[in-house]
T-cell receptor, first 119, second 116 residues
Framework: AQTVTQSQPEMSVQEAETVTLSCTYDTSESNYYLFWYKQPPSRQMILVIRQEAYKQQNATENRFSVNFQKAAKSFSLKISDSQLGDTAMYFCAFIVPNAGGTSYGKLTFGQGTILTVHP | DTEVTQTPKHLVMGMTNKKSLKCEQHMGHRAMYWYKQKAKKPPELMFVYSYEKLSINESVPSRFSPECPNSSLLNLHLHALQPEDSALYLC???????????????FGPGTRLTVL
């Protein structure tokens, strides 16, 4: 079974600073996708960034970047130049493509990290 | 355009009511999902549809009845709900290639359901 662990229930950062959210996962699969989703107080779940496990290069999207360590099964999210609009709950998630049986289409989420950006 | 729409945004219903939630996507995705989310918790998968056929039912009570009338539309019919069913209900969609959902799931804004 796949599991995703986010060890930081809450974090805070000052505006314009950098913050890193941690995520570890456990799987016996070699091919999988990892995601960070953001859910602001409006409750819309928004994709922040995606990483394919077979790609060694870390994904980046503007101010958001990941540190993907496949051997350590670690997938942290770095937010640079934090903005007030980054205040949200962040979920790390994992999916095995083409999984069969009960894992079909199943996105496994971590418990989430509440990030607050202070002015 | 990565948009999934859901209606209504808010719904209040009594335990004897029958209501429906609607989800629509026009991204050509062939996999669609219903999730239930309680406050400050991750979403919990309820149902997965692939090519308009129900592929996964995560042991959801029969008072929740999903329906996929076509590739763009997903409904969730509600009947005789309990107060503990109050939650945010999220719809998502993704590509379905090579026999299974492989790609990124895009979420709608959700329907906040309150059962009195």
């Amino acid at each position: 079974a796949q599991t995703v662990t986010q060890s930081q229930p809450e974090m805070s950062v000052q505006e314009a600073e950098t913050v890193t959210l941690s995520c570890t996962y456990d799987t016996s699969e070699s091919n999988y996708y990892l995601f960070w989703y953001k859910q602001p107080p409006s409750r819309q779940m928004i994709l922040v960034i995606r990483q394919e496990a077979y790609k060694q290069q870390n994904a980046t999207e503007n101010r958001f970047s990941v540190n993907f360590q496949k051997a350590a099964k670690s997938f942290s999210l770095k937010i640079s130049d934090s903005q007030l609009g980054d205040t949200a709950m962040y979920f790390c998630a994992f999916i095995v493509p083409n999984a069969g049986g009960t894992s079909y289409g199943k996105l496994t989420f971590g418990q989430g990290t509440i990030l607050t950006v202070h002015p | 355009d990565t948009e999934v729409t859901q209606t209504p945004k808010h719904l209040v219903m009594g335990m004897t009511n029958k209501k429906s939630l609607k989800c629509e996507q026009h991204m050509g995705h062939r996999a669609m999902y219903w999730y239930k989310q309680k406050a400050k918790k991750p979403p919990e998968l309820m149902f997965v549809y692939s090519y308009e056929k129900l592929s996964i039912n995560e042991s959801v009570p029969s008072r929740f009845s999903p329906e996929c009338p076509n590739s763009s539309l997903l409904n969730l019919h509600l009947h005789a709900l309990q107060p503990e069913d109050s939650a945010l209900y999220l719809c998502a969609s993704s590509q379905d290639r090579w026999g299974g959902p492989t790609d990124t799931q895009y979420f709608g804004p959700g329907t906040r359901l309150t059962v009195l």
